[in-house]
């Protein structure tokens, strides 16, 4: 049954599954859509549809936080089962239809349903597995993470090239009922937690999530609009800073706080944010800077990419995730997350070596660094947060575990994306510097060009031409070196901020605790 701490939220525990294995299957399932759906419409859409993948992704903000606490009162069942199967409808439904407003409307439905797998999956492993199995689950959590960067690639261009892009929804109409199926079998029968209902902080609940959807649209099109030069993100940013702000307040003086500040209030648990931070940096220039290159410099579509981002991230990435857990098992999470910072940091600095001749191998040393200081990193990073936590606090921990990490992604992607524009230009402008009409070496590469393309007037500006997009293309290149030396010293940073780090207390995550005989650790 769950109680109240006045001004520190619900205290709770459920029910431990008798099934633990089809509930893992269930949250690996739950991760696959995940990791695939939040990526698929940075692969799949150009620019001028960037507004559909907002508001595709979005809605998770706005439901995300919230999830773990309607899970302590209603039950995995009661929330994820008919999420799953009116996901599937959806998902059915969308590659039929042909209105902009219909598309808008069910896509930002589906960005909304999709908010609800990841933190409920969070809500599972606290709730509803033996203390053992946490490790794996959480482990299962983390997985997503490579997945997502990498598995649209792959998948994106499967479907696009070879079955159709409809079936980028209508796997979801396979997967979804498959998660509700296991879930039906497996997931303990639990009643609905009246006290806890009857003292709902739905203002709370609602300012955090209004915060959240406000600064996650203005940090997505913020780029795209020049940031504060356009009065929309202007407005977005600055209501939900007051909105964010208006949340903490009310957390202080309401008398059941759903989250409130002081689960996050501790040397250990800032630390540990901040590594979160460093890592959403380091992950993200890496990333933007081998899609953005191959794809933008060298013209490849996603299905050219995927052989790479399959053998260098998508299946490694569960040997790396297994690793991890056996180092965790023995070792403390620090360790862990400084060899995985110091895995993307060495990555990145192999990706600092790009010219214009890399084609997607090139950057195999880099991806496979990257996946796997991923893998170690986010997964120790989350195992320190909730080992430095009070496990029956996880309600209030889970809510502020969304925020960072989606906002934390969407805030490093967006700030890279400006960086990248920037430094391009900046490059452009270095290289045009010393061209004029009256340049020897700009006269030395047309003469060549002409014996190619002649010496009429059209073979002048073809030629001319020819030169700029040269530029160009190096600008680019440059810009995107850049952002791996960014990605490099964010990963620095986080191994400064990993230094000052202390033991995470006895607990059921810690290695000490992982090493008892199983009838100790039963609950």
């Known amino acids: 049954m769950t109680t109240f701490v006045r001004s520190f939220g619900p205290v709770t525990s459920g029910t431990t599954a008798a099934r633990p294995p089809l509930i893992v299957t269930a949250l690996l399932l739950a991760s696959f859509v995940v990791g695939f759906d939040t990526r698929v419409f940075v692969v799949g859409l150009p620019d001028e549809a960037s507004w559909l993948s907002t508001i595709a992704n979005a809605p998770q903000m706005l439901i995300a936080s919230a999830v773990a606490w309607l899970t302590t009162v209603f039950g995995v069942r009661r929330i994820m089962i008919p999420t799953a199967l009116v996901y599937a409808c959806v998902s059915l439904e969308i590659p039929l239809v042909n209105n902009c407003m219909s598309l808008f409307a069910l896509h930002a439905i589906r960005g909304l349903l999709l908010g609800v797998f990841i933190p409920a999956t969070l809500m599972v492993i606290f709730r509803n597995l033996d203390k053992r199995y946490w490790l794996i689950g959480i482990a299962i959590y983390a997985l997503r993470v490579p997945l997502s960067q990498n598995l ?160 260098g991230a998508v299946v490694p990435a569960f040997l790396f995730i297994t690793l991890a857990v056996m180092l965790l098992r023995r070792f403390d999470a620090r360790l862990c997350i400084v060899i995985g910072l110091t895995l993307m940091a060495l990555g990145s600095q192999f990706g600092s070596g790009l010219t214009p001749d890399w084609g997607p191998w090139n950057f195999y040393t880099s991806v496979i660094l990257h996946t796997a200081g991923q893998s170690f990193a986010f997964f120790a990073v989350i195992i320190y947060l909730v080992g430095n936590s009070d496990p029956a606090r996880s309600t209030s921990m889970s809510a502020y575990i969304q925020v960072v990490r989606l906002g934390g992604v969407e805030l490093a992607t967006s700030l890279l994306a400006t960086l990248q524009r920037h430094r391009e230009q900046y490059h452009s402008d270095i290289l045009n510097g010393p061209i004029s009409s009256a340049s020897k070496q700009l006269h030395i590469v047309v003469g060549k060009l002409q014996h190619v393309l002649g010496t009429s007037p059209k073979a002048q500006l073809e030629s001319l031409s020819l030169i700029a997009a040269r530029i160009r293309s190096q600008a680019s290149v440059l810009a995107y070196t850049d952002l791996f030396v960014f990605s490099f010293w964010a990963a620095i940073v986080g191994l400064v901020i990993a230094a000052i780090m202390v033991p995470m207390p006895y ?10 005989e199983p009838t100790e650790t039963k609950t």
């Open 152 to 311: 649209g690639f792959v998948l994106v261009g499967f479907y696009g090239d070879d079955i159709g892009w409809q079936w980028m929804y209508w796997q979801d109409v396979i997967v979804a009922p498959m998660i509700a199926l296991l879930l039906f079998i497996a997931a303990p029968k639990e009643p609905i937690n009246v006290d806890l209902l009857e003292h709902a902080d739905w203002g709370g609940m609602l300012l955090l999530g209004s915060s959240m959807t406000m600064l996650y649209v203005g940090l997505d099109q913020g780029n795209r609009l020049d940031w504060f030069q356009s009065g929309t993100i202007a407005a977005l940013l600055t209501g939900g800073t007051i909105l964010a702000a208006g949340f903490l307040i009310n957390e202080s003086l309401v008398d059941h706080p759903w989250a409130h500040a002081s689960v996050i209030l501790s040397r250990n648990i800032g630390l540990g944010y901040a590594i979160i931070l460093c890592y959403a940096l380091s992950g993200a220039g890496a990333s933007i800077a081998t899609q953005g290159f191959l794809q933008n410099v060298v013209g490849l579509r996603p299905v050219a990419i995927s052989m790479l981002f399959l053998g």
């Open 507 to 516: 607990g059921p995550l810690h290695p000490q605790f992982q090493h008892q």
